[in-house]
Structures are given as structure tokens and as C-alpha cells.
């Protein structure tokens, strides 16, 4: 299958507190670091207070909230999405997190512990359901390579 929608990829332009042509938001922009080829979804809110790097072609669902501080908790730290990882739409990511690399999140899931690489996580709270197979680790570096 092709994917054409990276063929002209560019970083999108970011305004503090304004919805980007993208329709996703950040507050503290300055401490967001955002990789190539990244694909984030409609109405995501992303709060880099205490620093969020989002990794080369990671994908982010719509509507997903991202915080790097927790007032209700009093929690607070950076956040860590490493390369090609999926958030799946509606999810949260607490402070303090890191998604390994190809891991896959599922849809609605408040990730709230480090979830390690290869991994497939979903629930509230997300938990590690099951490692990625050889087979499913080398599609989704299929994938990647469609994209360059």
C-alpha cells in the first residue's frame, strides 16, 4: 500500500496557544521538540511545560491530551515519545512517561507508567498486553521506509 501522505512533509508552523493548520494545539511551545515526519491528529492538546519530544515518524491519534505537568496530581516531568511509536486517538499521557520505540497504544488509554519498546499497551490505566512479534516489528519498519 502507498502512503503519499509524507510526500511533502513539513514541520507545521506552531503559535503558542493556537490551533496550528493541523488543528492541534501546544502550550510552551519552546520546550516541545518534534521530529520528522511526525503525524499528530486533530484536536490534541500538548502541554511542554517540563519538556515533550516527540521522535522521528511517530503518529499521535486525534484528540489525544499529552501533559508534562499534572496539577490535580502535583505530578510533573518530561515526556518521551520515542521513534515510531502510535498513540491511539483519545488517549492520555501523564507526566514522567516514556512510549518505547514501535510501541502501539491503544485507543483511550491514560498511559500513566513507562510503557517499553516493541510493545502493544491499552486500558485505563495502560497496561502491556503483549510484545510485538519479529514479523510485526519489521511491517511497521516497512512502513517507515514507504514514508521516506
Same mark, same amino acid.
Given at each position: 500500500? !502507498?502512503?503519499?501522505?509524507?510526500?511533502?512533509?513539513?514541520?507545521?508552523?506552531?503559535?503558542?496557544?493556537?490551533?496550528?493548520?493541523?488543528?492541534?494545539?501546544?502550550?510552551?511551545?519552546?520546550?516541545?521538540?518534534?521530529?520528522?515526519?511526525?503525524?499528530?491528529?486533530?484536536?490534541?492538546?500538548?502541554?511542554?511545560?517540563?519538556?515533550?519530544?516527540?521522535?522521528?515518524?511517530?503518529?499521535?491519534?486525534?484528540?489525544?491530551?499529552?501533559? !508534562?505537568?499534572?496539577?490535580?496530581?502535583?505530578?510533573?516531568?518530561?515526556?518521551?515519545?520515542?521513534?515510531?511509536?502510535?498513540?491511539?486517538?483519545?488517549?492520555?499521557?501523564?507526566?514522567?512517561?516514556?512510549?518505547?520505540?514501535? !510501541?502501539?497504544?491503544?485507543?483511550?488509554?491514560?498511559?500513566?507508567?513507562?510503557?517499553?519498546?516493541?510493545?502493544?499497551?491499552?486500558?485505563?490505566?495502560?497496561?502491556?498486553?503483549?510484545?510485538?512479534?519479529?514479523?510485526?516489528?519489521?511491517?511497521?519498519?516497512?512502513?517507515?521506509?514507504?514514508?521516506?
Amino acid at each position: 500500500m !502507498s502512503d503519499d501522505r509524507f510526500k511533502d512533509w513539513k514541520p507545521p508552523e506552531i503559535e503558542e496557544r493556537k490551533l496550528n493548520e493541523y488543528n492541534w494545539i501546544v502550550q510552551n511551545k519552546d520546550n516541545l521538540e518534534l521530529g520528522y515526519k511526525t503525524d499528530i491528529g486533530a484536536f490534541t492538546y500538548i502541554n511542554a511545560k517540563n519538556k515533550v519530544t516527540i521522535e522521528d515518524y511517530v503518529q499521535i491519534g486525534s484528540h489525544c491530551s499529552i501533559y !508534562s505537568i499534572s496539577t490535580i496530581d502535583n505530578k510533573e516531568g518530561p515526556i518521551t515519545l520515542k521513534k515510531n511509536c502510535r498513540i491511539g486517538t483519545h488517549s492520555v499521557v501523564m507526566p514522567n512517561i516514556t512510549v518505547g520505540e514501535n !510501541s502501539i497504544i491503544g485507543a483511550f488509554s491514560f498511559v500513566n507508567k513507562d510503557i517499553p519498546e516493541n510493545s502493544i499497551a491499552f486500558g485505563t490505566p495502560a497496561r502491556v498486553i503483549r510484545k510485538l512479534t519479529e514479523e510485526e516489528i519489521k511491517e511497521l519498519e516497512v512502513e517507515e521506509m514507504r514514508s521516506m
